[in-house]
């Protein structure tokens, strides 16, 4: 049974200021949850009913495994309907420094604020083979119990650093000579333009796009072409899709130019 400030910690990590605070996040549901245990992320707490049992390969020392009822799992949880198991975990930090970023092909976030957004651009990362994500210092926080969720286990394997957008894109621009490719309503066709890799991808905010303190860091803008060209249609795609299609894209022309 959860005591009640065990229920009152996991009710906090809706709250920034909370998890930063305790430097805990919350994770719910047997995937994301054993996602993560396998990815070697340190649970302090972990409430689940008789429906979930523990990884063979996770240890268990300093760990608080409580059992409960699925009663007792709903009156603590987040979500609407929790399935089993919920976990408090320790925020890993990764350092920004590192060389990966300006040798892999790197998703660059200019203040995205959606959650869901947020996780469904961490899952495609996943599953393109992205490693790294940056985020501006305003991007909706990636230990937001709905973009962990969201994630579905991806936040596990994924790398996500904040930092000062401009300042990065200007010290990228000085170390190296790869591209910075951002996403703009007036760029060129991405089907149409040569793709390369590594380099970065900047996806703008989902209201006002990509800001003018860094568009002097793109090297090329790039459009998702409507079809056919000149007819009316939606004013823009949502930045998830949008993630989607500029990800492979990428991964198509890097398989077929070898």
């Given at each position: 049974?959860?005591?009640k400030n065990?229920k009152?910690?996991?009710a906090?990590?809706?709250?920034?200021k909370?998890r930063?605070?305790?430097?805990?996040?919350?994770?719910e549901?047997p995937?994301?949850?054993?996602?993560l245990?396998?990815?070697?992320?340190?649970?302090?707490?972990i409430?689940?009913?008789?429906?979930w049992?523990l990884?063979?390969s996770?240890h268990?020392?300093?760990l608080?495994?409580?059992?409960?009822t699925?009663?007792e799992?709903?009156?603590?949880?987040?979500?609407?309907t929790?399935?089993?198991?919920l976990?408090?975990?320790k925020?890993p930090?990764?350092?920004?420094?590192?060389?990966?970023?300006?040798?892999e092909?790197?998703l660059v976030l200019d203040g995205?604020?959606?959650?869901?957004n947020m996780?469904?651009?961490?899952?495609?990362?996943?599953?393109?083979g992205?490693?790294?994500i940056?985020?501006?210092l305003?991007?909706v926080?990636?230990f937001n119990?709905k973009?962990v969720?969201?994630t579905?286990?991806?936040?596990?394997?994924?790398k996500?650093?904040?930092?000062?957008?401009p300042a990065?894109l200007q010290q990228?621009?000085?170390?190296?000579?790869?591209p910075i490719?951002g996403?703009?309503?007036?760029?060129?066709n991405?089907?149409?333009n040569?793709?390369i890799?590594?380099?970065?991808?900047?996806?703008?905010?989902?209201?006002?796009?990509i800001?003018?303190?860094?568009?002097?860091?793109?090297t090329?803008?790039?459009?998702?072409?409507?079809?056919?060209?000149?007819?009316?249609t939606?004013?823009?795609?949502?930045?998830?899709?949008a993630?989607a299609i500029?990800?492979?894209?990428?991964?198509r022309v890097?398989a077929?130019?070898?």
């Amino acid at each position: 049974m959860l005591s009640k400030n065990q229920k009152k910690l996991i009710a906090s990590m809706a709250q920034k200021k909370q998890r930063d605070s305790h430097g805990l996040f919350l994770a719910e549901g047997p995937k994301t949850v054993t996602d993560l245990l396998e990815a070697g992320l340190q649970a302090t707490l972990i409430a689940h009913t008789i429906n979930w049992s523990l990884p063979p390969s996770c240890h268990t020392e300093s760990l608080q495994l409580i059992p409960v009822t699925q009663k007792e799992l709903e009156s603590a949880s987040h979500l609407k309907t929790p399935q089993h198991v919920l976990a408090l975990f320790k925020q890993p930090h990764y350092s920004i420094n590192n060389n990966a970023i300006y040798n892999e092909l790197t998703l660059v976030l200019d203040g995205i604020q959606d959650p869901g957004n947020m996780g469904t651009i961490i899952r495609l990362a996943d599953w393109f083979g992205i490693h790294q994500i940056v985020c501006s210092l305003d991007t909706v926080d990636v230990f937001n119990p709905k973009v962990v969720q969201a994630t579905m286990g991806a936040i596990a394997r994924i790398k996500v650093h904040y930092t000062d957008l401009p300042a990065f894109l200007q010290q990228y621009r000085e170390k190296c000579a790869n591209p910075i490719y951002g996403t703009y309503l007036e760029g060129k066709n991405i089907y149409d333009n040569p793709l390369i890799a590594p380099s970065l991808i900047v996806m703008g905010n989902e209201g006002n796009g990509i800001r003018a303190e860094n568009t002097p860091f793109i090297t090329q803008k790039l459009t998702i072409p409507t079809f056919p060209a000149g007819t009316p249609t939606s004013e823009s795609l949502n930045v998830g899709v949008a993630a989607a299609i500029v990800c492979a894209e990428f991964r198509r022309v890097a398989a077929y130019s070898r």
